[in-house]
C-alpha cells in the first residue's frame, strides 16, 4: 500500500533551466497539495489541486510557477526558468477528499547552481 | 489574514523532562488541527490530530494535544520526552475557505539529551 511518491528525491539544475516535480498521490486520494520548504523555515503552503481542478493557488509565485494534477498520471510543479532562490524542498500531500488528514510525500530537495 | 504561530524555534530538553510546545492560529471559523513531526532526514509524519469532539487529543508515541478554543491554541504535550523525540514539530490548521487549505507553523526543534 504506497503512501505518496515524489520524483525525484534530488535535483539540481542551473540558473535559467526548467524544474519539473512528480507527485502520486495515495492510491484512492484525489486531493493534492504541494509545499515548499526554505532553509530553516516552515512549510508553506503553495497550491492545492483535485483532477484537473486547480482549487486554491494562492500560495503560488505569480511567475514561473505552475502545477497541473491530469485525469491520468501524477501532479507534476513545474518551475521555469529557475533562480537560486528556489532551492528548497517541495513536498507534496495528499487526502481522500479536502478535509481528510494530508500524507506527506517524501519531498524533492531543488538545488539551482 | 489567517496564520500558525509557534512559540518556540528550539527547544533542548534532558531525557524524561516534560514538553510543552505552544501552538495558536488566528482564524475565526471551524479549524481542523494537526500536529506533524519530521525526523532528521525523513518527512512529515502525522502526529495527531483534531477534528471535532473530544478537545483533549491523543496520538502516538505518547504525545497529546489539547483544543483550547477560546484561546485558539493547540498545544502539544508528552510527560516524558526520550532521545528518539528529536525532531522538528509542525502544528497545522486546515481551514475551510471554500475548500481547505493548510497553514503550518514556522515549527519547532526539539533537541532531547541523553
Known amino acids: 500500500n504506497a503512501g505518496v511518491m515524489q520524483n525525484p528525491r534530488h535535483l539540481v539544475r542551473r540558473r535559467g533551466q526548467e524544474a519539473r516535480l512528480r507527485c502520486s498521490p495515495m492510491?484512492?486520494?484525489?486531493?493534492v497539495y504541494w509545499y515548499r520548504q526554505l532553509p530553516e523555515e516552515g512549510l508553506k503552503f503553495m497550491v492545492y489541486?483535485?483532477?484537473?481542478?486547480?482549487?486554491?493557488e494562492s500560495g503560488m509565485p505569480k511567475e514561473r510557477f505552475s502545477a497541473e494534477f491530469p485525469k491520468e498520471g501524477p501532479s507534476i510543479l513545474r518551475i521555469q526558468q529557475v533562480v537560486r532562490g528556489d532551492s528548497a524542498a517541495y513536498f507534496c500531500?495528499?487526502?481522500?477528499?479536502?478535509?481528510?488528514?494530508?500524507?506527506f510525500g517524501p519531498g524533492t530537495r531543488l538545488l539551482v547552481l | 489574514a489567517q496564520s500558525v504561530s509557534q512559540h518556540n524555534h528550539h527547544v533542548i530538553l534532558s531525557e524524561a523532562a516534560s514538553l510543552e510546545l505552544g501552538c495558536n492560529y488566528s482564524?475565526?471559523?471551524?479549524?481542523?488541527l494537526f500536529w506533524y513531526v519530521q525526523y532528521p532526514g525523513q518527512h512529515l509524519q502525522l502526529l495527531l490530530k483534531?477534528?471535532?469532539?473530544?478537545?483533549l487529543v491523543k496520538g502516538i508515541k505518547g504525545f497529546e494535544a489539547e483544543f483550547i478554543k477560546s484561546k485558539f491554541s493547540f498545544n502539544l504535550r508528552k510527560p516524558s520526552v526520550q532521545w528518539s523525540d528529536t525532531a522538528e514539530y509542525f502544528c497545522?490548521?486546515?481551514?475551510?475557505?471554500?475548500?481547505?487549505?493548510?497553514?503550518f507553523g514556522a515549527g519547532t526543534r526539539l533537541f532531547v539529551k541523553a
Open positions: 500531500a495528499s487526502s481522500g477528499d479536502g478535509q481528510e488528514t494530508q500524507y
Open positions: 492510491k484512492g486520494h484525489s486531493h
Open positions: 489541486l483535485q483532477k484537473e481542478n486547480i482549487i486554491d
Open positions: 482564524y475565526g471559523g471551524t479549524v481542523n
Open positions: 483534531y477534528f471535532s469532539g473530544d478537545p
Open positions: 497545522a490548521v486546515s481551514l475551510n475557505t471554500g475548500g481547505f487549505k493548510t497553514i
